[in-house]
C-alpha cells in the first residue's frame, strides 16, 4: 500500500465507530527517527492488535522526509493509516486548518500527542475548532538547548523562553499528561508547567526487541566498549573520549566504538586525534540495527549528562551488558549502582575510566551485572507495562477522570 500523504483537500474518508474498540489518532512533528518516533511505533502497533482503529500523523518539512519515509512505510504494513503533512514552518494556519479537518473527519475518541509542537496544534484545535476533542499528551523530553545548558535544573532563565510559555499555556488544554521518568515529571511540575505531578510511564522494549537466551550466548569481543546516542553536547561522548584517554594508558589495546550523529561529530573526531585515541575509538555513524554492535559488545557506556529516559539503557540490558553511566537522571532511574552496572560522579572521568577497566577485566562482574540487568528488564520495563499503563490513562480520560498520583 502507498503512503498517505494527507492535505487540506485530500483526507481519509469518514468511518463508522465500532463499539468496543477507540479511535486514536498520534501526532508528532518530526525531523528523523529517534526515541519518540519509535515509542508511537511500539505504542500504535499493540493499539492495533488489541483491535482500535489507530492512525499515526506526521508533521514534518517536505525535506526530511527522506529520513522518515521507511519509518512510515513500516507502521502502515501494520495496518496502521499514516498521514503526512509537510510544513517547513512548525506553526502555520494552514497546518491547523488541515489537522482539523481531519480531526473532524476520522473522529479520534483520542488524540495522543507527542512532543511539544503536537501539543500546540492539539491544544489550538480544542480552543478553537473542536472543543470536544480528547487530548492525551506523552511529555518524551523538553527543549535540547535548555537541557545541554541546565539539566533538569529550574531557574529564571526558563520564564523567559517562548518553549516554556508555550508548553504551559498548551498543557492547560490537555486532558491528560504522562511523562517518561520522575525526573521529567519533577521538572514539568516544579516549573508549573502541569499544575500537579503528572504520573510516569518508563519506556520499554516489546518482546520481539528483547533477544532470546541464546543470543546472548554469543562470545563478546572482550575489549569492545559500545557507545550509542546523538552527537551532541548533552551525551557527553567528550567525557568518554577524556576516559578513554586515562584508559589507554593502562589497556593499549581497547576499542571504544560510537555509534550516531550529529551537530558534535567533527568536534569529537577533532578532540580524539588530539587525545592519540585515533586507533582506538572509532565513529560509525548512524546505525540502522545498532543491536547487532550491542551483541558483540563488553559493556556499554553511556556517558549522557542528563537524560530525559534513554532507550540505550534497556537495550543494553536485552542483550545483558553491564552498563557504565554518570549518576544523572533519569539513567540513574534505570541503572543499580554496583548491581546491573555502575553509576558515575558526574564528570569524573578518571573515575569513568577505572570502572570500565574493573568490568573489562573481571568476566564474573561482568557476567553478574549483565544477568542482573537483563532480569530487571524483564521485571520492569517491558513494553507490555507500558500498554497496559497507558490504556488505564486513556480509560481515565474518557470517564472524565484524572488517575490519582
Known amino acids: 500500500m502507498g503512503l498517505a500523504v494527507v492535505t487540506g483537500r485530500n483526507l481519509c474518508s469518514q468511518k463508522k465507530h465500532v463499539l468496543g474498540k477507540l479511535r486514536i489518532l498520534h501526532i508528532q512533528r518530526m525531523a528523523a527517527v529517534s526515541g519518540s518516533e519509535k515509542y508511537i511505533k511500539d505504542l500504535a502497533e499493540a493499539q492495533k492488535q488489541d483491535g482500535s482503529d489507530v492512525a499515526v500523523v506526521i ?31 512548525w506553526f502555520s494556519y494552514s497546518i491547523i486548518r488541515s489537522l482539523s479537518q481531519l480531526c473532524r473527519q476520522w473522529k479520534p475518541d483520542l488524540l495522543h500527542t507527542h512532543l511539544l509542537h503536537a501539543d500546540v496544534y492539539a491544544a489550538v484545535i480544542k480552543s478553537f475548532f473542536i472543543r470536544s476533542l480528547k487530548i ?19 531557574n529564571s532563565k526558563l ?14 488544554k490537555i486532558d491528560q499528561s504522562f511523562t517518561i521518568s520522575h525526573a521529567m ?26 533477544p532470546e537466551e541464546a543470543v546472548l550466548a554469543t562470545p ?9 546516542g546523538r552527537l551532541t553536547r548533552y551525551k557527553g561522548f567528550r567525557y568518554l573520549l577524556d576516559a578513554m584517554a586515562v584508559l589507554k594508558e593502562k589497556q593499549p589495546a581497547v576499542v571504544l566504538e560510537i555509534a ?24 560509525l555513524g548512524f546505525q540502522p540495527q545498532p543491536q547487532k554492535l550491542l551483541e558483540k559488545a563488553a559493556l556499554v ?64 562482574l561482568a557476567n553478574s551485572l549483565g544477568k542482573q540487568g537483563r532480569l530487571t528488564l524483564l521485571q520492569r520495563f517491558k513494553f507490555e507495562r507500558v500498554h497496559k499503563n497507558v490504556n488505564d490513562l486513556y480509560t481515565g480520560v474518557l470517564k472524565n477522570l484524572k488517575r490519582p498520583q
Not at 563478546?220 to 550509542?228: D, E, F, N
Request: proline fraction near 5%.
Open 159 to 172: 520564564k523567559k523562553m517562548p518553549f516554556y510559555w508555550l508548553s504551559r499555556l498548551a498543557e492547560r
Open 301 to 364: 557506556v553511556i556517558p549522557s549528562t542528563v537524560e530525559p529516559f534513554g532507550l540505550v539503557f534497556i537495550e543494553a540490558m536485552a542483550y545483558g551488558k553491564p552498563i557504565v553511566a554518570f549518576d544523572v537522571p533519569a539513567g540513574n532511574e534505570i541503572v543499580k549502582d554496583g548491581e546491573t552496572g555502575f553509576l558515575i560522579e558526574p564528570f569524573n572521568t578518571s573515575m569513568m575510566a577505572d570502572r570500565l577497566e574493573k568490568i573489562l577485566f573481571d568476566p564474573v
Open 136 to 154: 492525551v499528551s506523552t511529555k518524551h523530553g523538553f527543549q535540547e538547548t535548555w537541557l545541554e545548558q541546565y539539566g533538569f535544573a529550574v
Open 260 to 283: 550516531g550523529n550529529g551537530p558534535q561529530r567533527e568536534e569529537l573526531e577533532s578532540y580524539c586525534k588530539k587525545l592519540g585515541l585515533t586507533d582506538n575509538v572509532r565513529f
Open 185 to 210: 515529571a519533577a521538572f514539568y511540575y516544579d516549573s508549573k508547567i502541569t499544575r500537579q505531578r503528572i504520573p510516569v510511564i518508563h519506556h520499554g522494549l516489546r518482546q520481539e526487541a528483547i
Open 220 to 228: 563478546s569481543s572482550p575489549l569492545r566498549i559500545v557507545s550509542v
Open 59 to 89: 508533521v514534518c518539512d517536505q525535506q526530511n522526509f527522506s529520513k522518515l519515509e521507511a519509518f512510515a512505510k513500516e507502521i502502515k504494513a501494520k495496518g496502521i493509516e499514516v498521514f503526512v503533512f509537510y510544513s517547513k514552518k
